[in-house]
């Protein structure tokens, strides 16, 4: 890996709600590279936006981050005061949302939206100057008629237009990295693919690392280098993608292979049996194992830590306890 | 949008025809001799030919209406039966103490709601959201009699609480209106501007490193405002159509006090003059909230235009 941009150590962030305490993200570490491109996958509700939400701050009550630390290019996030943290946001860190449709303001020019986030972070820049290099990035973008999209209002564009918005406002101060939280969830298929492309271009181009959110495997394999499986609230695996494709070790993420839509094949679409189980009534033990196929007497019991099958490929299952026991001893 | 706005003006005719109609045959059918009412029971019967004959009382409600409303559009509501001078004029008097009482009441509640709902939306339940949120509750839901009769025995001897002569006149009438509005006001400013901070783009504001008071500045604040505008819109013609009850206890002879007078005195031409007026001030502000919201709305100012 890279010099290391991103770290989150040992994350927790909870939801204090009335019936209980929801622990969204339970203990995660991660990391990403400077120019890497890491792709975080998992069924809806296991954690991915609120890990995305506690590095940018925006975690809202009655949720809270409440332990851990996440460093940024050397910096403590979670030691910062807001309003340092806010000369980062936008600027070093952008985020683009799953909803392009709601996520742009109704009432303002889409330059405008754009233009905010650049003169926010710049504050030497004219007008002029600032609107030049908007209407700049609308077309690196690939939103055509830039010049006159610039005026226009979020209802006047369509779903992909909007969602290249969004990605020209995070684009538009040259950040160290991108979180796009599930960008083409909201688009169809071959939109989906326009947007990954520009993505893909975009981070070649500028250097930018992406952690990229989705549910789709078939999107990081597409898209990503590295990969993080996670599981109600838990890294369930981790390694590059060359690896996990290679030699699935976890049963979670073995489903999620099998789920991915196949084109070609006639068959129906696999489904994980069963259902993500409610955060607030966790099982004890592997939070999977009511769902997986080879559970043992163990996993009821216990919950298993991240074990080291090969070179950073990590999996938080015990059929893989044993392996890495002998490859210890070996 | 012109297009929008010529539509929605010219729907407003056929409209307005319509309740000149309803009211006028609803104040026909009133049991009562207009003449008997007018002149007293001993009138020598060739006077009473005689009028009834200028005032088209023998002709069919089809041909009555008809010169109504033909008189009507030239500004003529007929004579005040009781008082003996043309209706028009009388409203014509009448209302500009209506509208300085409206106007300071709406300012009022313009300038004490809008703060204070915003400042109840940003500090939600905390001691001065309960507070404000009480203050806002009891001018909505206080009758007007109460409140001005509270206030006339609180600032009695302090400020004038009867008549209409000088601006100090105006103050507790205008407390009376302006606090039941601005109780609307502040309520729907709240959580109408609760509402926008969960949207979206609120997110979207933040993750750009947008700092909290620009938030509520720049983003939220205009999308939150539209509901007030036409809120305002509505108020302010219901407060132009004057305040019937402030209006009594204040002796303020503005419009509100004009109908009641025409309904002690049956006075119909009055009456009916008057409750075309306030019916005209109604749509007239309805419209004008259309046309408002149509104006800070981009996605109804586009959509019309084309
Ligand atoms: N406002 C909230 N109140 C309570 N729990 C919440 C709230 N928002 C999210 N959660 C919890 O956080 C978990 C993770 O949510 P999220 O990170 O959005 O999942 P996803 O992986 O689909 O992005 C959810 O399963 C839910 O239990
Ligand atoms: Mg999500």
């Known amino acids: 890996m890279e010099e290391r941009l991103l770290q989150i150590q040992d994350l927790h962030t909870t939801f204090f709600t009335r ?5 969204a993200v339970d203990g995660v570490d991660m990391e990403i590279g400077a120019g890497e491109n890491v792709g975080i996958v998992g069924e809806s509700g296991c ?24 460093l940024f290019d050397g910096m403590s996030l979670t030691d910062m005061r807001p309003k340092e943290r806010r000369k980062i946001l936008g600027n070093q860190i952008s985020m683009i949302f799953q909803e392009p449709m709601t996520s742009l303001n109704p009432v303002t020019t889409v330059g405008k939206q754009v233009k905010e986030a650049l003169c926010l972070h710049n504050k030497g820049l004219s007008q002029k100057e600032a609107r030049e290099r908007v209407v700049r990035v609308f077309e690196m973008v690939g939103i055509p008629d830039a010049a006159k999209r610039y005026g226009e209002y ?3 564009l369509s779903g992909g237009l909007r969602q290249r918005v969004m990605i020209a406002m995070a684009m538009v101060c040259n950040p160290k990295l991108m979180i796009a939280d599930e960008p083409t969830t909201a688009l169809d298929v071959t939109i989906e693919a326009q947007i990954l492309h520009l993505m893909k271009q975009l981070q070649e181009e500028k250097g930018t690392a992406v952690m990229m959110i989705t549910h789709n495997l078939g999107v990081v394999a597409q898209f990503c280098t590295r990969l993080y499986v996670m599981y109600a609230g838990k890294v369930m695996e981790s390694g590059t993608v060359k690896e996990i494709f290679k030699n699935v070790c976890h049963p979670y993420t073995d489903g999620l292979m099998k789920s991915v839509p196949d084109m070609e094949s006639k068959e129906r679409l696999y489904n994980i049996r069963g259902m993500v189980p409610s955060m607030l009534h966790l099982p004890k033990g592997c939070r999977f194992c009511p769902r997986c196929q080879y559970s043992g007497p163990k996993c009821f ?11 950073g490929h990590f999996v938080r299952c015990f059929l893989f306890e044993q392996q890495t026991a002998q490859e210890g001893e070996a | 949008m012109l297009k929008y706005i010529t539509k929605r003006i010219l729907v407003t005719i056929p409209v307005l025809i319509g309740v000149v109609f309803l009211i006028f045959v609803m104040l026909s059918v009133v049991p009562g001799d207009p003449l008997t009412v007018m002149m007293g029971e001993k009138v020598k019967v060739d006077v009473i030919e005689r009028l009834t004959k200028s005032m088209h009382l023998d002709d069919p409600w089809y ?3 008809a010169w109504y409303l033909w008189n009507a559009l030239h500004g003529d509501f007929g004579t005040s039966y009781k008082l003996m001078r043309s209706v028009s004029s009388l409203i014509a008097n009448a209302f500009p103490k209506t509208l300085m009482l409206a106007v300071t009441a709406a300012a009022l509640s313009w300038v004490i709601g809008i703060p204070a709902g915003i400042i109840s939306a940003v500090k939600k339940n905390s001691l001065v959201d309960h507070l404000f949120m009480g203050f806002a509750l009891c001018g909505v839901s206080l009758p007007a009699f109460s409140v001005g009769m ?11 609480v009867s008549g209409f002569a000088s601006p100090m006149h105006l103050i507790l009438p205008a407390l009376v209106l302006g606090w039941n509005a601005a109780g609307t006001i502040a309520r729907l400013t709240r959580s109408s501007l609760l509402e926008v901070l969960e949207d979206d783009y609120i997110r979207t504001a933040r993750a750009k490193g947008v700092a909290p008071l620009s938030m509520i500045i720049n983003h939220a604040l205009k999308n939150s405002l539209l509901p007030v505008i036409t809120m305002m819109a509505i108020q302010i013609s219901s407060l132009l159509s004057g305040a019937v009850i402030t209006e009594t206890l204040f002796s303020i002879p503005g419009i509100g006090r004009l109908a009641v007078d ?8 009055l009456l009916q003059g008057t409750v075309i007026f306030t019916t005209v001030v109604i749509i007239g502000g309805n419209l004008a909230a259309d046309i ?9 100012r586009v959509e019309g235009g084309k």
């Open chain 1, 47 to 70: 954690g991915k936006s609120m890990t995305a939400m506690s590095v940018m701050g925006l975690v809202k009550k009655p949720g809270k981050v409440d332990g851990g630390k996440i």
């Open chain 2, 63 to 65: 041909v009555q209406f």
């Open chain 1, 154 to 156: 979020p209802h006047q």
């Open chain 2, 150 to 160: 509270l206030l006339q025995n609180i600032f009695n001897g302090i400020l004038p």
């Open chain 1, 301 to 311: 019991e216990e919950e298993p830590k991240l074990y080291e099958v090969s070179p």
């Open chain 2, 292 to 300: 408002l919201y149509c104006v800070a709305d981009p996605r109804i």
């Open chain 1, 19 to 23: 019936e209980g305490n929801v622990h």
């Open chain 2, 262 to 269: 025409a309904i002690n005195g049956r006075d119909m031409p």
